[in-house]
Structure formats: C-alpha cells, structure tokens
C-alpha cells in the first residue's frame, strides 16, 4: 500500500520538486519505486508552459484510471504546475483523481497520503478526493532536505520560486505565484550538506534566479544579492562547480558578470533566455529588454571569458509575429551562436494577455520556423564541438553511458562528453582529449596525469 511513483514533467524545479515529496514520503516509510507498474500510488508532477505538456499529462491520467478498476486501492494524483493553473477543474475533467497538490503544497503530499489511505482501511471518513492549492507563506523553504543519494554528482538547490514579471505568453507567474527568496544562510547550508555527501557540481535554480532577494536582501558592496549567493557558494569547500537557471536579461547587471571573471567555480555556460530577437515582438511580449541590450550583455560576457557558452529559450509563431519580424529574430540568432537552446512553439496559455492577441501565427508556419531556428542551432553547435577538437577538456564523470560500456559527463561548458573510464572515476574531474565531436557529443580519451586509476 506504501509504494510510490512519480512521475515528473517539464523543468528542472519540477524535477526538483518531485526530489523533495521522494525525501518526505521516505521519511514517512513510503517506497519509492521506478516503475507505475510496481506502485500502489501514482503521482504526477506536472508542467503548464505550454498545452502539449498540460495534454500529455492528463492523457497519462486517464490512462492510470483504469488501474482503480483492478485495485481500488491504487491511487492517483495530480501535483504542481497543472494542478495549479487548472484548480479543481481538473477533478471534474478527471473525476478519479485522488488527490490535486499546488506548487506551494508539495510538503503536504506525505500527509493528504496518509490520510487517504487510513480512510480507506475505514479509520476515517472517505474523502472523495483532496485538492489543496492554496497560497503558503514560507513555502519556498519547504524544498530543502535531500536525500544524499550514494554516489551523487550533482544535484539542484532551489533558491527561489515565483516569478514577478509579466511576460505576455506566460502562465508561470500564475502556477508559481510571487516571487519568494530563501535566505542565504540555508541554502549555504544545504549546499555545505550536499558536499560532505560527494556532491561536486550544483546547479541553482529559480524562475528568475537574476531577482534573487532583491527586495529582501541588501545590495553589499554594489553586489546583488544573487552575486553574494554564488560568493558564498564558491567558498563551499568540495564544491567544484557552479551553474544556475535561469537569469533574466534585465537584472544581468555588470556584478554578475564579473562573477564570471572571479569565481572560479562558476562555469562558463550562460542560459540566458531571449525569446525573440526583433525589439518589436520583445515590446509585444511585455520584454523589458532590446536585443540591442541583449547583445550587450553577451559581448560583456565574453570579453570576460572570451570562450563563454550560451544557450537559450526562444518562441516562435508569437501572435503578430510576420516573416519579416521572424527573420530578423532568426538572424540575431545565428548572430549570437548559441552552443544549446531550447526552442518552442508559441502556445496559448489561457488567462494570459497574449491569449487574445490578434494574428495568431498558424501551426505549419510555426513548424517552419522551429526548424530554420534548429537548422541554424545544428550549425553553431556543430562548429562549437569540432573547434574542440584536439583541445583537452575538464570532465566531471557522471556515470555509466546510455549505451555501449562508455562512460558520460559533463564539460564546464555544458558539452557531453563520451569515454572510456571506470565506476572509481564517478564524480572525479577529469581531463579529456578530444578527437572526436558530433553535434551532441565529444570523445576522447581520458589523460592519465594526476588521476589515480
Ligand atoms: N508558448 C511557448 N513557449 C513558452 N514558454 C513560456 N511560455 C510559453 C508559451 N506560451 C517558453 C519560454 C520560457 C520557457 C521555459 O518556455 O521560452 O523561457
């Protein structure tokens, strides 16, 4: 009856998330298993960004239903960004769900679990279904404790959660409320944890990481207090890297870039979301940036580390986006020579501003786009891993590979890297010889000097 499945869509903090309702329901004597089939419980944390991934978890939930018609016990819930934009619609849309968990609630999965399993072995009243989604002050300090899985490379540290802008397609303002920081001092603290565990690379994470504690925290010594966060982190010892997710070009300010020139833990990877690169689809998407100033930042960055990575999201087939405004968004970012990005379709979110926009783009004209976009990423990322070649690389050994008996990790600049190594090289840095590069991937050899085989 205790055993527990989750199953995770969409970000890093979903991913996140789900680590911290895993750790409270162990501490609770729940099973987590790795297979639905295994479980007594199914639990879907969800993602809202766009509609596909809303469908493709409702979809998941209808199919799980059919579990209660072979054991009534089996239950099924709905937690995080879904449950929190859709409401209770949901129960009614799906009217066998057990239980509908908020982004500000994940910490009382364990105990709306319990109490459904004790009303069905009759020592309580048989709630039909449990939905909590209400607002949490301190919730952002409930995702906190991890479980220090043996063997742990990297892990992600949730700084922050909510977001204030306003950004016309977007619903996670909605899903993930305002924005609320976790003092400095915790997260130190959870990172220190993390390290006397193995740990050796953290990535922080928060919707809008650039607006860190901005209003709870001073500014100390023309610092933000995001600066002061990676300072600290960087003093972590047995740290070895750093990374974050994501930043907003408005609050990446000259603090942070020098961040980049003077800790030295702080990798060379910059995740910096522009989302169209034409100042007039920026104006209508309620960006407060132009692409003029997004260069800026870029070429800043690079003159502190003239090797810097970049990647980014960026949506076409926003509403009243022509061809013409498209090709120069696609220009700027071939200009730029992104190493990674993410690239996506424009999405209706209901209830946002850009919802009833006119001249929405049509579908076949937004696939044409995605893919002139990817062609042009294939490119600049293809010709980022072959300038490799022959270079050496600092690896952070994650583990075994997918396939074949290679094993994978990570370089500073967010490359996969494929080779030949052993378990013992696991969370080691390591240096690879590069003499092979695919889009994806490098390969090489490992070099001997300085690691013990
Ligand atoms: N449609 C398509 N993509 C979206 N994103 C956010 N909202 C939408 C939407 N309505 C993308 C943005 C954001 C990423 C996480 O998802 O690029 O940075």
Redesign the pocket.
């Known amino acids: 009856m205790n055993r527990v499945y989750i199953k995770t869509y969409g970000?890093q903090m979903n991913e996140r998330d789900s680590e911290q309702v895993a750790s409270s329901l162990r501490d609770r004597g729940y099973s987590i298993v790795d297979n639905e089939h295994d479980a007594d419980v199914v639990l879907l944390n969800t993602c809202s960004?766009?509609d596909q991934a809303e469908q493709k978890a409702i979809g998941k939930a209808g199919y799980l239903k059919k579990r209660k018609v072979e054991n009534p016990n089996f239950l099924l819930g709905v937690m995080g960004c879904m449950a929190q934009n859709r409401g209770s619609e949901l129960i009614d849309r799906l009217p066998d769900l057990d239980l509908v968990v908020g982004t500000q609630k994940f910490h009382r999965v364990p105990d709306h679990l319990d109490n459904l399993i004790q009303s069905m072995n009759g020592q309580g009243p048989r709630p039909s279904s449990i939905v909590d989604l209400a607002e949490e002050a301190g919730s952002q300090n409930t995702i906190r404790d991890h479980i220090g899985k043996q063997g742990q490379v990297s892990a992600y540290v949730s700084i922050m959660q909510g977001c204030n802008m306003n950004?016309a397609?977007?619903?996670?303002p909605k899903t993930r409320g305002r924005e609320r920081a976790r003092p400095i001092e915790e997260i130190v603290d959870e990172v220190t944890g993390l390290a006397e565990s193995g740990v050796k690379e953290v990535t922080l994470l928060g919707q809008i990481v650039t607006s860190y504690g901005r209003r709870d925290f001073p500014v100390v010594g023309g610092k933000s207090p995001f600066v002061q966060l990676l300072e600290k982190i960087n003093d972590i010892r047995g740290i070895e890297r750093i990374r974050f997710t994501?930043p907003h070009p408005r609050g990446f300010k000259q603090d942070l870039v020098e961040a980049y020139r003077d800790l030295p833990k702080l990798c060379e990877y910059v995740h910096l979301?522009l989302?169209a690169g034409c100042n007039k689809t920026l104006r209508a998407m309620n960006r407060p940036y132009t692409k003029e100033r997004y260069l800026e930042i870029v070429e800043s960055l690079r003159k502190v580390v003239p090797h810097m990575y970049f990647s980014t999201?960026?949506?076409v087939g926003f509403p009243g986006e022509t061809e013409e405004d498209f090709d120069e968004s696609a220009k700027f970012f071939e200009e730029i020579g992104y190493d990674m990005a993410?690239v996506?379709?424009?999405?209706?979110?209901t209830g946002?501003p850009?919802e009833v926009m006119p001249d929405q783009i049509p579908t076949e004209e937004k696939e044409r786009r995605n893919q002139v976009l990817l062609d042009i990423l294939h490119k600049s990322s293809l010709k980022r891993n072959e300038s490799l070649l022959g270079t050496t690389q600092q690896v952070l050994v994650e583990g075994p590979a997918k396939k074949g008996d290679k094993f994978t990790g990570k370089t500073r600049g967010f490359r996969t890297a494929i080779f030949d190594a052993d378990e013992r090289l696991i969370g080691q840095l390591v240096d690879l010889k590069v003499d092979r590069a695919t889009v994806s991937s490098l390969y090489g050899d490992i070099e001997l000097a300085g690691v013990e085989r």
Not at 169 to 172: G, L, Q, T
Not at 344 to 349: G, W
């Open positions: 970000c960004v766009r950004c397609f977007c619903i996670v994501s979301p989302q999201d960026i949506i993410y996506f379709k424009y999405s209706i979110r946002t850009a």
